[in-house]
């Protein structure tokens, strides 16, 4: 039997998930919005959605997370956050010979909230450092995202070993639990000064997320 | 909005605009001109002041961020009778040209030395690739910071 879920992402969500690592994290101040969108989604029974439905699923999940609002943060062992995007040209790492370091926040050189602060307010200036309702920092190392293939980020995303043990019910609870401290996900819809925001919407993500799952995670060849 | 924190130890309340840049509460509201406006957008580093003991750049934080906050600018980071080891090796290494960005630099460095009493050259060039200087001071600001390091060693 499926679960329809229609809530404000929010703290009573975040109280029911606070296994979470990213609850643990102070909220920001208040901003002129400081509550997340209606999401809604419902729990598909597992097994309930044909194959062919969970990959056109997954093609549209991996042009969200390859999208530079989310890739270029979701970056390898080098620690290093990327610029790329429509106004780019070429990808290049971040200006100001920016390292996140191991902590993955730049606790060993400079902090990524000396520029990015941690406010609900996603309206920034053009070219102005993003803000979110999160403290600023890069993913874990075993969620990189950026350079690599559709398979490669299917097999991340199926490995609870690499999803901080979240299964695909999980990873859509943890997409509202974000847009509930208006943080990372939320941005990427909503990235402020003249960004190109991520594909689709964050509603549209967390449907593909259950489709995907319910069907079993199918994942593409390459 | 209303909004109290402290200055340079100094206790402050202020009503301004819930978006308002820390950059101009301390210069406009405060008389603070020492923090200095650069660019507007973090892309300098010359509004560089530190937000309870942590190195931000002024005009990326809002004044709503501020309730109970501690900020020390240039302005308090020592006394001219009693300057901070960064600021006395500053004027050692005679580190500053036209000297606009300088505030920034220096509390870019104090903040630095407080988490790495004795960083490298490498790590130097990390924390202060955010401070851009115009007259390419920047031989001398590294010199200077490790000169400031010996200082705070003792």
């Known amino acids: 039997m499926s679960q329809a879920i229609t809530r404000r992402a929010g703290l009573g969500l975040a109280a029911l998930l606070c296994a979470l690592a990213p609850l643990s994290l102070a909220l920001g101040p208040a901003g002129a919005e400081t509550s997340g969108p209606e999401i809604s989604f419902e729990i598909p029974e597992p097994g309930s959605v044909p194959p062919t439905l969970g990959a056109e699923a997954f093609e549209r999940i991996y042009e969200v997370v390859s999208h530079p609002r989310c890739a270029n943060c979701h970056v390898g062992e080098d620690n290093r956050p990327m610029w790329s995007g429509p106004s780019y040209g070429a990808p290049r790492p971040h200006g100001m010979n920016i390292t996140a370091g191991e902590s993955r926040i730049g606790a060993e050189t400079l902090l990524c909230s000396t520029c990015h602060r941690t406010n609900g307010d996603f309206d920034t200036d053009p070219h102005a450092p993003p803000r979110a309702g999160l403290d600023w920092r890069l993913p874990p190392v075993e969620f990189q995202w950026f350079d690599r293939s559709a398979a490669q980020v299917c097999a991340q995303l199926s490995d609870p070993e690499r999803t901080g043990g979240r299964d695909w019910v999980e990873l859509a609870r943890h997409l509202t639990e ?43 060849e390459s | 909005m209303k909004v109290s924190f402290k200055v340079n130890g100094a206790a402050q309340s202020v009503d301004v605009a819930a978006e308002m840049p820390l950059l101009w509460v301390l210069r406009d509201h405060l008389g603070l001109t020492g923090t200095k406006y ?72 104090a903040a630095l030395l407080d988490l790495n009493p004795a960083p490298s050259d490498d790590e130097i060039d990390a924390a202060m690739s955010g401070n851009l200087c115009r007259c390419g001071t920047y031989p001398r600001i590294r010199a200077a910071i490790h000169a400031a390091a010996q200082k705070l060693e003792g």
């Open chain 1, 178 to 220: 974000d847009a509930g401290h208006r943080g990372f996900v939320l941005w990427g819809w909503n990235p402020g000064g003249n960004r190109e925001p991520a594909p689709y919407s964050l509603q549209t993500h967390v449907e593909d997320i259950l489709t995907w799952g319910a069907a079993g995670m199918p994942c593409p």
């Open chain 2, 38 to 109: 650069g660019c507007g957008i973090a892309q300098c580093g010359a509004c560089t002041v530190h937000l309870d003991g942590q190195a931000v750049r002024a005009c990326q934080v809002q004044a709503q961020e501020l309730e109970g906050a501690e900020v020390l600018t240039i302005e308090g980071l020592g006394r001219p009778e009693a300057l901070h080891a960064v600021q006395d090796a500053w004027v050692e290494h005679q580190v500053a040209q036209c000297g606009y960005c300088q505030s920034g630099q220096i509390m870019q460095a």
